[in-house]
Structures are given as C-alpha cells and as structure tokens.
T-cell receptor, first 112, second 116 residues
Framework: DSGVTQTPKHLITATGQRVTLRCSPRSGDLSVYWYQQSLDQGLQFLIQYYNGEERAKGNILERFSAQQFPDLHSELNLSSLELGDSALYFC???????????FGQGTRLTVV | GNSVTQMEGPVTLSEEAFLTINCTYTATGYPSLFWYVQYPGEGLQLLLKATKADDKGSNKGFEATYRKETTSFHLEKGSVQVSDSAVYFCALSDTGNNNAGNMLTFGGGTRLMVKP
C-alpha cells in the first residue's frame, strides 16, 4: 500500500458528461501529480500541484482541470468526455518536488 | 524535450532465466532515472532508482546502472521468478530543472511473462 488513495476505482459514464476523480496523498506529502495511462498514448503526465498551487503542466487537455485543496487532497475534473478519454488515471504524491513519487492504484474511466 | 525509449515486449522467459530490459533516454538537464513495476490490476510501484551517473540502483534482485556515456539505464535480474511477471516502466525525472517540478517521463512499458 503506497498510502495514496484514489476514488472511485472504476467509473463508467457517457460521452459529453463530466466526472471528478479524487486523490488523497500520503500523509505529509505536499506535491500531487496526475497521469493518464492509455493504450495508444502510454503513461503521460497531466499536471502537478504543490501545496495548493499549480507547479507544472503536461499534455493536459483544456477540457480537463485540476485543483489541490487546503487539506492537500486533489481532484481532477474531466468534462465533455469523449470515447478517447477512456483510460487509467493515476495520482501520485511526493514530499516535495525533488523526491520520488508514490502512486495510487488508479481510477479506470470508461466512456461509452 | 525529454524522452525515454525501452524495448517493446512482451518478453517471455522461463523461471530462473536472466533478464535484461533495455532503456535509453534523452534529457536536457540532469535527470534521475527510475524503474517502476505495475502488477496486474495495480498501480505503479517504484522498483529502483539512480540519481547520478554511475549510480547503481538495486532492489529485490533487480539492478540498473546509470550510464551517462550511453544514456542508458538497463534493468537486469539474474534469475527471474513467476512472481516477477508484470509490466516494467523506465522513467526519468529532470530534477535539475526547477521549472519542471518532479514530473516523470515514462517509456512505453515492457511486459514480462515468466513461465514455470
């Protein structure tokens, strides 16, 4: 158990809908990262938050957004969902931006 | 930009065989290098890491040496077990670039299947 908790584990929704994925980092970790794992794109970095502020941005679509709350948990919001958004979404956390990251078990999103 | 290339799988081996999974990288800064493992239905687990040239990371019988001259970080294990069957990801983190946070750039993953 990495200590990073992601909910829900599975999510099935229809095209055009909006979903929210939640991540609770390890106790004491200030950085939260979101990654997308899909069959065609592999594992891609989406976005990082550090102590409530956006720290780095990767290949995140404009339809996607994230935030980190004062209690350090994070949410990834995906809107206007398309079939191609079906993927495994991982959250990871680390103590700061220069230490190794620990991954949650992921949320499997299926868009039908 | 940064990139990681690793050998495509699947790699199928018999138990107790020697394992090598090749990984090469391109980076603009001074990366740290990692191997992560993903068991079926689970998240990514850090297997080993190396933070500077000539460092050797090791864990659970797996080893990888940071080779700056060949920009490589090949994963090896002397004797694989059925329980090692998983997907292995090579990754880098450009920790020398403070503007990049600690984002990981992953290779495409290599599936290892070990038969009894």
């Amino acid at each position: 158990d990495s200590g990073v908790t992601q909910t829900p584990k599975h999510l099935i929704t229809a095209t055009g809908q909006r979903v929210t994925l939640r991540c609770s980092p390890r106790s004491g970790d200030l950085s939260v990262y979101w990654y997308q794992q899909s069959l065609d794109q592999g594992l891609q970095f989406l976005i990082q938050y550090y102590n409530g502020e956006e720290r780095a941005k990767g290949n995140i679509l404009e339809r996607f957004s994230a935030q980190q709350f004062p209690d350090l948990h994070s949410e990834l919001n995906l809107s206007s969902l398309e079939l191609g958004d079906s993927a495994l979404y991982f959250c990871a956390s680390s103590t700061d931006h220069n230490t190794e990251a620990f991954f949650g078990q992921g949320t499997r999103l299926t868009v039908v | 930009g940064n990139s990681v290339t690793q050998m495509e799988g699947p790699v199928t081996l018999s138990e107790e065989a020697f394992l090598t999974i090749n990984c090469t990288y391109t980076a603009t800064g001074y990366p740290s290098l990692f191997w992560y493992v993903q068991y079926p239905g689970e998240g990514l687990q850090l297997l080993l890491k190396a933070t500077k040239a000539d460092d050797k990371g090791s864990n659970k019988g797996f080893e990888a040496t940071y080779r700056k001259e060949t920009t490589s970080f090949h994963l090896e294990k002397g004797s694989v077990q059925v329980s090692d069957s998983a997907v292995y990801f090579c990754a880098l983190s450009d920790t020398g670039n403070n503007n990049a946070g600690n984002m990981l750039t992953f290779g495409g993953g290599t599936r290892l299947m070990v038969k009894p």
